[in-house]
């Protein structure tokens, strides 16, 4: 018997996030699903070039640790977890839960893992279509492409939630899919249903990137107070079958949670608030209000919206070359004149050696890394240079970093704490993939 009203809670906004917050999310929210969104698209092509090392890998590398953290409660109680740490490998991410399950005395977990979002032999067939920032086509990138994930929708998150599985493991869905499968899954909504996807859609797109919606992102010292922030709690939404909405967040965490909080995150990344395209529908937000309802409390009213789009976005990853960076720290009188004479150096350096680069950047932190030097600044009294370049070529771009560092003994004077990295760039491009070349499907690992 489907309940008539249920509790989600958000267990992560990002791949990196704190884990604590999930913990007392599990053990006190008193939360019937626990959803965690870790994935961004920095996050998925670096898990992309992960997997193309080690097949293996690929998955978020804080899975073990978090799932340690929230796998005893959410079982004991039994909350179902919903996540997309398993970016490009979901299968992998499964096995490495169900590791975690055994090690933890719990047994043989099921896991339901959603497949599909790897669309790359559809975009390789498919070379016509064209690149959403430039127009070209996609065969412009094809020869380096690494990956191509497509954007699912709640409609196969809540398939592997009607499995019975207790963890729920994706790759590349929407981010606020997750929530929305849970509301869909707890509450038997219909996928054609709008004003309820409205609901479930305005609510994953407030708690998707967790203490932004409690203070995190808001706080600002005697403009912005928020309390007891290195103790920030998550959010959580209690949703009726009906449709009302009410955000909140666990009794006695840190943070804050009110009208003024949710203006701001409601903004989060909406590039048009009355056309919010996501794969399950298109959001309107233009009559959305806030209403304070107790401590921590708000209820979200007036969410509309469309039918879904006939296309999935897909983000392609594709090799783009290499970065070589260097930092070094000059501080006293006439600090700012020696980093400059340090640039010129390393620019001069990296000449004579032969090198050349497409693109380069050099930072005065403190001085012009945010918004330029601009004019009327005082001179500091320390400040770091940072110089980055890329180049297709890997010799080229660890130049960079080598040259910054051998200024510590080479001049200019009162140069230290130099670093020196080499990264592999995976670039980013998005398409849109007609729905009907796209086979999401899911599969349960472990037991039946």
């Given at each position: 018997m489907k309940k008539t009203s249920i509790r989600v809670g958000c267990g992560a906004g990002f791949s990196d996030d704190r884990i604590d917050p999930a913990q007392e999310m599990a053990e006190k929210g008193r939360i019937d699903y626990l959803a965690f969104e870790?994935?961004?698209?920095?996050?998925?092509?670096?898990?992309?070039?992960?997997r193309l090392k080690d097949p293996?890998?690929?998955?978020?590398?804080?899975l073990a640790e978090r799932f340690q953290a929230v796998l005893p409660a959410c079982v004991r109680q039994g909350v179902?977890?919903?996540?997309?740490?398993?970016?490009?490998?979901?299968?992998?991410?499964?096995?490495?839960?169900?590791?975690?399950?055994?090690?933890?005395?719990?047994?043989?977990?099921?896991?339901?893992?959603?497949?599909?979002?790897?669309?790359?032999?559809?975009?390789?067939?498919?070379?016509?279509?064209?690149?959403?920032?430039?127009?070209?086509?996609?065969?412009?990138?094809?020869?380096?492409m690494a990956a191509a994930n497509a954007y699912l929708g709640a409609d196969i998150v809540r398939a592997g939630l009607d499995t019975g599985a207790p963890v729920v493991m994706t790759g590349r869905v929407s981010d606020p899919s997750l929530f929305l499968a849970c509301m869909m899954h707890g509450l038997d909504w219909s996928y054609d249903?709008?004003?309820?996807?409205?609901?479930?859609?305005?609510?994953?797109?407030?708690?998707?990137?967790?203490?932004?919606?409690?203070?995190?992102?808001?706080?600002?010292?005697?403009?912005?107070?928020?309390?007891?922030?290195?103790?920030?709690?998550?959010?959580?939404?209690d949703v009726t079958v009906d449709g009302r909405l009410v955000l909140g967040k666990v009794e006695g965490s840190g943070g804050r949670l009110d009208v003024m909080t949710c203006k701001e995150q409601v903004l989060y990344e909406m590039h048009d608030p009355s056309s919010y395209i996501t794969p399950d529908c298109v959001l309107d937000i233009t009559d959305v209000s806030f209403e304070q309802v107790g401590k921590d409390a708000?209820?979200?009213?007036?969410?509309k919206a469309r039918a879904r789009t006939p296309t999935y976005k897909v983000v392609v990853g594709y090799h783009d070359g290499w970065i070589g960076e260097g930092e070094v720290g000059y501080a006293g009188p006439?600090?700012?004149?020696?980093?400059?004479?340090?640039?010129q150096i390393v620019r001069?350096?990296?000449?004579?050696?032969?090198?050349?680069?497409?693109?380069?950047?050099?930072?005065?932190?403190?001085?012009?890394?945010?918004?330029g030097m601009g004019s009327g600044r005082s001179e500091p009294y320390e400040v770091r240079l940072r110089i980055a370049a890329r180049s297709p070529?890997?010799?080229?771009?660890?130049?960079?970093?080598?040259?910054?560092?051998?200024?510590?003994?080479?001049?200019?004077?009162?140069?230290?704490?130099?670093?020196?990295?080499?990264?592999?760039?995976?670039?980013?491009?998005?398409v849109l993939l007609p729905r009907n070349l796209v086979k999401p499907q899911v599969v349960v690992e472990g037991a039946r």
């Open positions: 870790c994935l961004a698209e920095r996050t998925i092509a670096r898990e992309n070039l992960a293996d890998k690929g998955y978020t590398p804080y179902r977890i919903v996540t997309n740490m398993g970016a490009a490998n979901p299968m992998a991410a499964a096995r490495a839960v169900r590791r975690e399950a055994q090690a933890l005395g719990l047994g043989d977990l099921p896991v339901a893992v959603v497949l599909g979002d790897d669309v790359s032999e559809q975009i390789r067939a498919n070379p016509q279509l064209p690149l959403l920032e430039s127009g070209e086509p996609v065969e412009s990138i094809l020869p380096r249903d709008y004003p309820r996807l409205a609901v479930g859609t305005i609510a994953g797109h407030m708690m998707e990137c967790a203490a932004q919606l409690t203070g995190g992102c808001f706080a600002d010292p005697g403009k912005k107070d928020v309390p007891d922030m290195a103790r920030i709690g998550f959010p959580f939404a708000v209820q979200v009213n007036g969410a006439n600090a700012l004149a020696r980093a400059r004479l340090a640039e001069e350096r990296l000449k004579m050696r032969g090198f050349t680069y497409p693109e380069m950047r050099v930072d005065y932190i403190g001085m012009s890394s945010l918004h070529d890997r010799k080229t771009a660890q130049a960079v970093g080598f040259e910054v560092r051998t200024l510590h003994v080479n001049g200019p004077a009162g140069g230290g704490g130099g670093t020196n990295a080499l990264r592999e760039v995976l670039g980013v491009k998005s």
